[in-house]
């Protein structure tokens, strides 16, 4: 049995469900997490109690070595296997990740290149264009056309007439409450105006917000990073987003979020083996035709958590993979999934082309409730 006992450190019992760990872990999360008092080190060691008997696999493996050490034989090494917690802290550090039988723990991938000379959205978009804040303050032209063309259309008939003391002070009446209107339209456009500064000083014209991951082992996070920042930017108004909560969670459950206009997508980052990945209609994943069991996938979860967060707001999610070892990852046209998996090459075709519908807009209400959902990265205060 390992020094610590996973099950007396979440305070369950052997033949807990995987929803009472849960429960204790979530419990146990708040007040041992870094950002409440609690160590990196201790933290750590839960999370690693956490993964590892909510994995079914790895929980059978884990207690089949405990009724050995009880009956002192010698452990039978398991074969790792590569995992994908669906709450990461950010700061507090990061267990060590199984790697698959056949990963190179130093190997780096290249970062992506993409050739932007054949993608239209590319080419349709001005990363200069003035951005178009939404929802819209100011109170329309409507009021003012309506204002102005009644004192204008009275003037002829006046002019047809004999300006009668009665005609001239019901002319000089529309004119007086024209020009009124006038003036408080104007304030109102002023307000507006004022508004939409106010909320570019705020954020400082800043298009990303959060921290990609910082462990060695998150290089494919730190890749899409830079991905999202060389091409998306393209777009004025897309805002990207690191380590983000899902609705009722404090920890960085999505690796990336790109916002534009009112469509949001959710990306997940992983390094797999090199090998040609798709997904059937139900969103299982396969890896060279055969199902794939070298790690899992929590986006499809997150990214219905976020159609309730936001019911007007179209949001999708894609995952992105990177090699884990030389050699190509390659895979399908992207299906019509919650979560389907992409290179970094498809994704910057076809996700941009969708995001690129509303290329200048930033709508502010979405804006400030996904941004409320970045996890803050203590080593960035």
Same mark, same amino acid.
């Given at each position: 049995?390992?020094?610590?006992?996973?099950?007396?450190?979440?305070?369950?019992?052997?033949?807990?469900?995987?929803?009472?760990?849960?429960?204790?872990?979530?419990?146990?999360?708040?007040?041992?997490?870094?950002?409440?008092?609690?160590?990196?080190?201790?933290?750590?060691?839960?999370?690693?109690?956490?993964?590892?008997?909510?994995?079914?696999?790895?929980?059978?493996?884990?207690?089949?070595?405990?009724?050995?050490?009880?009956?002192?034989?010698?452990?039978?090494?398991?074969?790792?296997?590569?995992?994908?917690?669906?709450?990461?802290?950010?700061?507090?550090?990061?267990?060590?990740?199984?790697?698959?039988?056949?990963?190179?723990?130093?190997?780096?991938?290249?970062?992506?290149?993409?050739?932007?000379?054949?993608?239209?959205?590319?080419?349709?978009?001005?990363?200069?264009?003035?951005?178009?804040?939404?929802?819209?303050?100011?109170?329309?032209?409507?009021?003012?056309?309506?204002?102005?063309?009644?004192?204008?259309?009275?003037?002829?008939?006046?002019?047809?007439?004999? #300006? /009668?003391?009665? +005609? =001239?002070?019901?002319? @000089?009446?529309? $004119?007086?409450? &024209?020009?009124?209107?006038?003036?408080?339209? !104007?304030?109102?456009?002023?307000?507006?105006?004022?508004?939409?500064?106010?909320?570019?000083?705020?954020?400082?014209?800043?298009?990303?917000?959060?921290?990609?991951?910082?462990?060695?082992?998150?290089?494919?996070?730190? #890749? /899409?990073?830079? +991905? =999202?920042?060389?091409? @998306?930017?393209? $777009?004025?108004? &897309?805002?990207?987003?690191?380590?983000?909560? !899902?609705?009722?969670?404090?920890?960085?459950?999505?690796?990336?979020?790109?916002?534009?206009?009112?469509?949001?997508?959710?990306?997940?980052?992983?390094?797999?083996?090199?090998?040609?990945?798709?997904?059937?209609?139900?969103? /299982?994943?396969?890896?060279?035709?055969?199902?794939?069991?070298?790690?899992?996938?929590?986006?499809?979860?997150?990214?219905?958590?976020?159609?309730?967060?936001?019911?007007?707001?179209?949001?999708?999610?894609?995952?992105?993979?990177?090699?884990?070892?030389?050699?190509?990852?390659?895979?399908?046209?992207?299906?019509?999934?919650?979560?389907?998996?992409?290179?970094?090459?498809?994704?910057?075709?076809?996700?941009?082309?969708?995001?690129?519908?509303?290329?200048?807009?930033?709508?502010?209400?979405?804006?400030?409730?996904?941004?409320?959902?970045?996890?803050?990265?203590?080593?960035?205060?």
């Amino acid at each position: 049995m390992p020094e610590v006992d996973y099950y007396e450190l979440l305070g369950v019992d052997r033949a807990a469900s995987a929803a009472e760990i849960k429960s204790a872990y979530r419990s146990l999360a708040k007040v041992m997490h870094p950002d409440a008092g609690g160590t990196a080190g201790t933290f750590r060691l839960l999370r690693q109690a956490y993964e590892t008997l909510t994995d079914p696999v790895l929980r059978a493996e884990y207690d089949r070595r405990g009724e050995d050490d009880r009956r002192g034989e010698p452990p039978t090494p398991a074969a790792p296997r590569a995992r994908t917690s669906w709450a990461r802290p950010r700061g507090a550090g990061r267990t060590t990740r199984a790697r698959s039988f056949g990963d190179d723990p130093d190997f780096v991938p290249e970062a992506p290149h993409v050739a932007v000379d054949d993608i239209p959205w590319w080419h349709r978009t001005n990363p200069e264009e003035p951005i178009r804040y939404t929802p819209y303050t100011g109170p329309g032209h409507a009021p003012l056309v309506t204002a102005l063309g009644g004192a204008v259309l009275l003037l002829p008939v006046l002019l047809l007439v004999d #300006l /009668t003391p009665l +005609l =001239l002070g019901l002319w @000089l009446l529309v $004119l007086v409450a &024209a020009a009124a209107l006038v003036q408080r339209l !104007v304030r109102a456009y002023l307000t507006a105006a004022r508004a939409d500064r106010d909320f570019a000083a705020e954020f400082d014209g800043r298009r990303v917000y959060g921290q990609p991951g910082r462990e060695r082992d998150e290089y494919g996070e730190r #890749l /899409t990073a830079d +991905l =999202l920042d060389r091409y @998306l930017t393209r $777009l004025p108004g &897309a805002r990207i987003f690191h380590g983000l909560a !899902v609705p009722g969670s404090v920890f960085a459950d999505v690796d990336h979020a790109v916002l534009c206009g009112r469509r949001l997508v959710l990306v997940e980052s992983k390094s797999w083996l090199p090998g040609h990945y798709g997904t059937d209609e139900n969103g /299982t994943l396969y890896r060279n035709g055969h199902l794939f069991r070298g790690g899992g996938v929590r986006l499809p979860e997150a990214v219905a958590r976020y159609r309730e967060l936001l019911p007007d707001v179209e949001v999708r999610g894609a995952l992105l993979i990177y090699p884990s070892r030389a050699g190509e990852v390659t895979t399908d046209e992207p299906a019509d999934v919650p979560a389907p998996p992409m290179t970094p090459e498809w994704f910057v075709r076809q996700v941009g082309e969708w995001l690129s519908r509303e290329p200048v807009t930033v709508d502010r209400e979405v804006f400030r409730r996904v941004l409320g959902q970045v996890v803050s990265d203590p080593a960035s205060v």
